[in-house]
């Protein structure tokens, strides 16, 4: 009886449990689909806003920015097969899901896996619509969770055909062109009504990387892309067998209607522009996309080109062990004014996208070394040629640097320290110095170092604080090429209204951070790095250039791999900062370590540099002659000290070898008297046989 109750108990009990649980999903589900109609979505059909114009340095027109960068055309005029091909490689499931896909999502991971590469999309047509029109591109949960709502309420609001429709309106495609229409025009000379299979197929397949697969930058990789949307399509139903055949014997007859040259170009730049008007003055990124602003900047066109050559191509940048081409960013500026001439946010960067050239947030690595521990200690007395400790040191807290070589020297100079990176004597040497000059020279240089949680030897020695930015590299290196001086890092010269009615402009402050000896003697080791040491693929002919190459431990202190590669590089009139890695380190998202001087990031500065200053006039750094006097005396010292230790060894191997002589013939003597002995012994036994 009671074991019936019991039963009985428990069955009441799971029931409630049950009943609760309901009722929570319920309260949940009702509280989504609140949150989900309470959301705005109307903006995506809203007029569009007046645009602003940004000038480079020349005061000639840069770039045009809107919060809209289309011109959009209605459904009508999209032809069904441009709809479906993009549908086939961006989101198979488009006319079954109501926004979200887990089904598509987990196929696309799968297909993607398989090949090796990129093939399909994982967020859905409608979610890459709310991000682009809606959000930042921010990689947080908060935006992931924002997009997810967003994309349900869009899928409420409109129907599936002014979906489509209304991305294929917004998506970027490379060459300046926002929307069908454009890309039509620029690739094509078509309107997009006109667009055969073929051109459908092509402009679909550019929108995953539109840099990389653009048909006016590399053709046959354009060419590949588009087979595979058409076998795509074809998988999915909407053509046949001969339909993708006939397609792929199509010549792709590239020709452009004229457009404005000027509509989102330089995207990198431009974003930033965004984000310095809302930091430094106050203007909101809505304000300046839609108030028709005009903004004077400090853009050099020739350097931007020379940043955007060298990023469209992958083969410039290296390769994870999962075959994943490296992300990468980079910013040049001028020292003399602090102005930025150059910047790019990222491999294939589309406008609004995650500006890694001022947002990123690494650790610097070895590039950290000059700023924070050589030129604070020259400005304290030391020397070039000081001889600093490289032998297994334990300091407070019982931290113990290795040097990346793995061995150790004993006693090493400044400069052969800084040329070859060595770790131990650049910790050693901040310990002599106190690590509040380190503290000091990174507050000075604008560097993110935290009192708190950054003031440690390996953090500061080594670059080991998180994080800094292209930007910010290249700001705090801008003291070495303008005299120990450094001046605040911009874009806006100033901004006007429409009417001409000036609303900000920056205003230049100087601060002195090293001494002028200091920074010479600085320049003259990283010149070194350069010319002899880690730098060498930075070397540009006919130019001084000096710099340092910085990288960083994976979390797993994998031996064979870094996380992070930077160099910080600079000529008389221009600096550098360049960083390659993978936005989320992963075991198989590391760099290979290159020995000797093969930096990748080095040799994407010597690449961007050598191009931006092509017929540019070659200046010098003016270094004092005594610093190359000094450096030739002390190789003539240390040849010399090499001379004589060998001349010792030389001496030493004599006095071995005469031992060993001199050991030989006593042997050979003691084995010739012992024979004498036998044979005179066998001697006498013949005589006492007779």
């Known amino acids: 009886m009671a074991e019936r109750v019991g039963r009985r108990k428990r069955k009441v009990s799971i029931r409630a449990l049950l009943l609760i649980a309901g009722l929570f999903a319920l309260i949940i589900l009702i509280g989504m689909q609140l949150y989900i109609n309470s959301r705005d979505v109307s903006a995506l059909t809203d007029p569009l806003p007046q645009s602003s114009v940004i000038y480079d340095r020349h005061g000639e027109i840069a770039s045009r920015v809107t919060s809209n960068q289309i011109e959009g055309v209605s459904s009508e005029e999209i032809p069904d097969v441009m709809k479906q091909a993009v549908v086939a490689v961006e989101d198979q499931r488009f006319y079954e899901h109501d926004g979200f896909d887990f089904v598509g999502t987990v196929r696309a991971l799968t297909t993607n896996v398989k090949s090796g590469g990129y093939v399909q999309g994982g967020s859905t047509i409608t979610q890459q619509l709310s991000k682009n029109v809606f959000l930042s591109h921010d990689k947080t949960l908060k935006r992931k969770a924002d997009e997810f709502f967003l994309a349900k309420k869009v899928e409420k609001t409109y129907s599936k055909d002014q979906i489509i429709s209304l991305y294929l309106n917004q998506i970027y495609f490379g060459e300046g ?189 070895s590039t950290a070394k000059p700023l924070l521990v050589y030129t604070p200690a020259l400005e304290e007395g030391y020397d070039i040629f000081d001889m600093l400790n490289d032998s297994p040191t334990e300091f407070e807290g019982g931290y113990s640097p290795q040097n990346h070589t793995k061995d150790f020297r004993g006693k090493v100079s400044m400069y052969d320290a800084v040329i070859n990176s060595y770790n131990v004597p650049a910790v050693s040497l901040l310990n002599e110095i106190g690590i509040q000059k380190g503290m000091d020279a990174a507050k000075k240089l604008y560097l993110p170092v935290d009192e708190k949680e950054h003031r440690t030897l390996g953090n500061l020695a080594l670059g080991g604080f998180y994080g800094a ?13 303008n005299n120990g001086e450094i001046i605040e890092s911009h874009a806006i010269v100033k901004i006007e209204k429409v009417t001409g009615e000036e609303v900000a402009a920056f205003e230049e402050e100087k601060e002195r951070v090293f001494s002028k000896e200091a920074v010479e003697k600085m320049t003259f080791m990283l010149k070194g790095v350069v010319e002899e040491g880690s730098g060498k693929n930075a070397k540009i002919d006919g130019r001084e250039v000096a710099g340092k190459t910085g990288s960083t431990q994976t979390t ?120 004498d002995r036998d044979d005179d012994d066998d001697d006498e036994d013949d005589d006492d046989d007779d």
């Open 177 to 365: 062109a926002w929307g069908i229409k454009r890309a039509a025009a620029v690739y094509f000379a078509k309107d997009p009504q006109d667009l055969s299979l073929s051109e459908a197929a092509t402009l679909a397949g550019i929108i995953k990387a539109p840099s990389a697969l653009s048909p006016l930058n590399n053709e046959e990789r354009a060419i590949q892309r588009r087979n595979l949307v058409l076998s795509l399509m074809h998988k999915q139903g909407f053509i046949t067998a001969e339909q993708v055949e006939e397609a792929k014997q199509d010549e792709l007859k590239l020709e452009t209607r004229n457009v404005d040259p000027y509509r989102a170009k330089y995207p990198s730049f431009t974003d930033y522009i965004i984000e310095e008007a809302e930091r430094m003055y106050g203007i909101s990124e809505s304000e300046l996309l839609a108030g028709g602003y005009r903004v004077y900047t400090t853009l050099e066109p020739k350097v931007q080109e020379a940043l955007e050559k060298v990023y469209a191509n992958p083969d410039n940048f290296p390769a994870g062990s999962s075959g994943e081409v490296a992300q990468s960013s980079g910013v040049l500026l001028d020292p003399k004014t602090g102005g930025i001439l150059g910047m790019i946010g990222g491999r294939d960067y589309k406008f609004r996208d995650f500006n890694r050239s001022s947002r990123l947030k690494k650790p610097p690595g």
């Open 469 to 481: 930015s292209p930007k910010q590299m290249a700001e705090a290196y801008s003291v070495y090429a």
């Open 556 to 675: 797993d202190n994998n031996d064979g791999a870094t996380s992070n590669q930077w160099f910080v590089g600079f000529t008389p009139q221009i600096v550098g900062a360049f960083w390659i890695g993978f936005d989320k380190e992963s075991e198989e998202n590391v760099l290979p370590i290159i020995s000797g001087a093969g930096s990748p990031s080095a040799k994407v500065f010597q690449q961007v540099v050598s191009e931006a200053l092509e017929g540019e006039p070659v200046e010098t750094f003016k270094l004092p002659e005594s610093l190359a006097k000094k450096k030739a005396q002390e190789k003539d010292k240390e040849k010399k000290k090499q001379q004589e230790a060998q001349a010792r060894e030389r001496e030493a191997k004599k006095k071995e070898e005469k031992k060993r002589e001199d050991k030989k013939k006593k042997e050979k003597k003691k084995r010739e008297k012992k024979k």
